[in-house]
Nanobody
């Protein structure tokens, strides 16, 4: 069983930055494929970025490419999402998801992931 806990959300002005964290337990972070998704009220869950277990190969949504960066800290057993140049349309609840290896995944489909955190709210004001 894998538990994921997100943190780091908040209210920020357009153009600002936030760093989200996803702390994992139950498996080492290096053994997990990780996905970040977001969901705004009344909208479908949207893919943000995926990173594979092992070599941490990444796949970013076009809407965040060049602004968001994902990385992992093995010592902290966590994944982080740095969000720069935030826009009001980035406002959503952000979720971390995981699927254990050895399946190798950089999938943008939320159905590919087995475990989900509770999410953290990001609000970007104009």
């Amino acid at each position: 069983q894998v538990q994921l806990v997100e943190s780091g959300g908040g209210l920020v002005q357009a153009g600002g930055s936030l760093r989200l964290s996803c702390a994992a337990s139950g498996r080492t972070i290096a053994s997990l494929n990780i996905g970040w998704f977001r969901q705004a009220p009344g909208m479908e869950r949207e893919f943000v970025v995926a990173a594979s277990w092992g070599d941490f190969r990444t796949n970013y949504a076009d809407s965040v490419k060049g602004r968001f960066t994902v990385w992992r800290d093995i010592d902290k057993n966590a994944v982080f999402l740095r969000m720069n140049s935030l826009k009001p349309e980035d406002t959503a609840r952000y979720y971390c998801a995981a699927k254990p290896g050895p399946v190798y995944l950089t999938d943008s489909s939320f159905s590919a992931y087995d475990y989900w955190g509770q999410g953290t709210q990001v609000t970007v004001s104009s």
